[in-house]
């Protein structure tokens, strides 16, 4: 069992990554947007991994990503972010038979609508503090919430794909 | 000291959180930077290498547009050829007699592996790196303009600040009347740059060409930039806004060259001797 929950998360891990720097950041479109779905990583850790291990492989992914887009470490201080927001958010939207019998959180036990909230809050902080620490001031904020807001409804989207194709029974 | 170790093993997630985010804004706050070399970049080893095979299969995408650009490149040099033989004859009737700053230039070829116009401070990677000649702070352009400056090199890859950087300043010039200004990004659409600081007693064309005024040593003049397709006058400024379409389009680039100014250790020198005065 675990270790099938460990080779899963270490296929996420590489495939997402390979996926966004190969793939994603090479889609070029006229307006400069685009979506960071391996935030789906973080988004899909277990519920029993060890706070300070995600803290670890958000920011490990996070600064490979940036390895490959010349950003800075900005993807690992979000990702960080986002891993370090995860617990408390998955805490607050507990439902009321909590997550017990699951490994991970998906879409199948706990309902679509709980998993649109969850990925959308998570992926919208991660692509706000990203985007703001990208353009790093507060001139045409509109611009920057409208590039964020656009990014992350696609990334959502990918997100929503991803779960409709690969949920697995017991999530 | 017990207690103190309690206490951190309690709140063990808040502080690795806070030294990860300290981590990550020192590298942010420094990364800009120039030449500071750190391996959180695409011209590492591993990157470099990834991106390289990466680039082999997609490639194979645009083979048709790689294609016709390299085929119209051609054509124009038979032209340039062609034009040339007419004065090989006469050095008096080149118009260009005396002023040989333009050909004093090697050019590298490079091919770009990476590429992205998504962000505001964009770069793009290159398959050559120092082993090939290739320095910091050369300029790169592609058969129909300006494309960037080499920020960082490694021995196989280098990284390229590309015009699409909102960081990045060019001097400008244009072609027809001599007027001189910068030229930028403002980051909202990758055909477009601006041309700023063009007084409006200037008489600027839609249409004319903006070309690099040779004034920095990272380019030559004449490399084309783009073309003037709007030009406002703003009540109460003294300079123009004037929007440009880039020559290049940046969404599919493939082969560039990276210019090798050979006389620019000796324009830096006895720039930097002259400012001392």
Redesign the interface.
């Known amino acids: 069992m675990l270790t099938k929950v460990l080779r899963s998360n270490l296929i996420r891990f590489l495939g997402l990554l ?1 996926f966004q ?2 793939i994603l ?2 889609i ?7 979506p960071y779905f391996y935030v789906l990583f973080i988004i899909l850790m277990p519920f029993g991994i060890s ?2 291990l995600s ?2 492989l958000a ?1 490990a992914l ?2 490979s990503v ?9 993807h ?2 979000a990702a ?2 986002v891993a ?1 927001v995860r ?1 408390y958010t998955l805490k607050a939207m507990k439902p009321v038979m909590g997550y017990e019998d699951l490994v991970r959180p998906g879409m199948r036990k706990l309902g679509f609508s709980w998993f649109v909230m969850y990925s959308a809050l998570l992926i919208i902080l991660h692509h706000f503090a990203l985007y703001f ?3 790093f001031t507060f001139t045409e904020v509109l ?1 920057t919430l409208s590039r964020i807001m656009g990014s992350s409804l696609i990334t959502l989207f990918l997100v929503l794909i991803f779960e409709f194709l690969f949920q697995s029974k017991n999530n | 000291m017990y207690k103190l170790f309690l206490f951190i093993l309690r709140f063990h997630f808040v502080f690795l959180f806070l030294g990860l985010q300290t981590l990550c804004f020192v590298v942010i706050f420094n990364y800009n930077n120039y030449h500071r070399s750190y391996f959180i970049n695409t011209s590492n080893f591993i990157s470099g290498h990834t991106l390289n095979a990466a680039s082999r299969f997609w490639s194979y995408l645009n083979l048709v547009e790689v294609n016709e650009n390299l085929s119209n490149e051609n054509a124009n040099l038979q032209m340039q050829v062609q034009n040339n033989q007419g004065y090989s004859n006469s050095v008096v009737s080149n118009p260009n007699f005396g002023d040989d700053s333009t050909n004093l230039n090697n050019l590298i070829p490079a091919k770009v592996i990476n590429n992205s116009i998504g962000n505001q401070h964009n770069y793009f990677t290159l398959n050559k790196g120092s082993n090939h000649g290739i320095t910091p702070d050369m300029g790169v352009i592609a058969p129909s303009g300006l494309v960037g400056i080499v920020k960082q090199v490694s021995r196989n890859f280098s990284t390229v600040v590309s015009i699409l950087n909102t960081r990045i300043k060019i001097g400008g010039r244009i072609g027809e009347n001599e007027f001189t200004g910068t030229v930028i990004w403002k980051g909202h659409d990758s055909r477009k740059l601006n041309l700023e600081t063009i007084p409006v007693h200037a008489d600027v064309r839609v249409g004319s060409n903006v070309v690099t005024s040779g004034y920095s040593s990272i380019f030559p003049e004449n490399i084309l930039i783009g073309e003037i397709t709007s030009v406002k006058e703003i009540p109460g400024s003294a300079f123009y806004e004037i929007e440009l379409t880039l020559s290049t389009n940046m969404q599919s680039l493939n082969y560039v060259y990276v210019t090798d100014f050979i006389l620019k250790t000796e324009k830096d020198n006895l720039e930097s001797e002259s400012y001392a005065d």
Request: aromatic letters at 14%; a negative charge.
């Open positions: 390979f720097v190969i950041n090479e070029h479109v006229h307006v400069p947007i685009i706070p300070a803290l670890i920011f996070g600064l940036d390895m490959f887009s010349n950003t800075g470490a900005i690992a201080a960080v972010l370090f617990p620490l990208e353009v611009f």
